[in-house]
């Protein structure tokens, strides 16, 4: 089955940028869907940015990040990405990929985002 490794999560600024990666083994990758979740210290997991499978890619984000941050995918590599610019401190969390489509979703063990305050 899929297997989504996050990395690319650290500390930064408030303004400053970072950039997920997201590798997911397995057959398929191409066919399935990916996003970005993330769960902030005392709140929800909430939807962060979604990219469909085939080759328009289309895309969805959370409203509060819109203009901010960017999802996009390597089907060659097996790798979705999460391009995060004017990161603030609210946008302190643990970042988790998932890929599949129902109830075949792999999540990944997550990555820690923090910006500074």
């Known amino acids: 089955q899929m297997q989504p490794v996050e990395s690319g999560g650290g500390l930064v600024q408030p303004g400053g940028s970072l950039r997920l990666s997201c590798v997911a083994s397995?057959?398929?990758?191409?066919?399935?869907?990916a996003g970005w979740h993330r769960q902030a210290p005392g709140k929800q997991r909430e939807l962060v940015a979604v990219i469909s499978s085939g080759s328009g890619a289309g895309t969805n984000y959370a409203e509060f990040v819109k203009g901010r941050f960017a999802i996009s995918r390597d089907n060659a590599k097996n790798t979705v990405y999460l391009q995060m610019n004017s990161l603030k401190p609210e946008d302190t969390a643990v970042y988790y990929c998932?890929?599949?489509?129902?109830?075949?979703?792999?999540w990944g063990q997550g990555t820690q985002v923090t910006v500074s305050s």
């Open positions: 397995g057959s398929r990758f191409s066919m399935k869907g």
């Open positions: 998932s890929v599949g489509n129902g109830a075949s979703t792999q």
